[in-house]
């Protein structure tokens, strides 16, 4: 069992910044995936980036690549995600999640794949 809450989003302008937190409890081992997923009302849940905690793998989704960077604090058991440059398109609610065990996949990024999953953080970008 992992258990994953969220916490960071908030509003900002076009441009600016937020660092979204997610701390994990429960199984935080290895040979699992961590990712941040995001959806807005009438879309489908979209992959932001995917990690993978042995093979070392992070796959970014191509409109966050250059702007949002995932980082692992192991001792806080916390996976942080970095966001630059925001654009109002990155609006949503942004959710942590863990697929453990994570044997089958690489990149890390099919939300359908994942078992675990955290609260949401909603964030909205205004122009």
């Known amino acids: 069992e992992v258990q994953l809450v969220e916490s960071g989003g908030g509003s900002v302008q076009a441009g600016g910044s937020l660092r979204l937190s997610c701390a994990a409890s429960?199984?935080?081992?290895?040979?699992?995936?961590m990712g941040w997923f995001r959806q807005t009302p009438g879309k489908e849940r979209e992959g932001v980036v995917g990690?993978?905690?042995?093979?070392?793998?992070?796959t970014y989704a191509d409109s966050v690549k250059g702007r949002f960077t995932i980082s692992v604090d192991n001792a806080k058991n916390t996976v942080y995600l970095q966001m630059n440059s925001l654009k109002p398109e990155d609006t949503g609610m942004y959710y942590c999640?863990?697929?453990?065990?994570?044997?089958?996949?690489?990149?890390?990024?099919?939300?359908?794949?994942?078992?675990?999953w955290g609260q949401g953080t909603q964030v909205t970008v205004s122009s």
């Open positions: 429960g199984y935080t081992g290895s040979w699992m995936c």
């Open positions: 990690f993978h905690s042995s093979l070392g793998s992070t």
């Open positions: 999640a863990a697929l453990v065990p994570a044997y089958n996949t690489r990149r890390c990024v099919t939300w359908t794949d994942y078992n675990y």
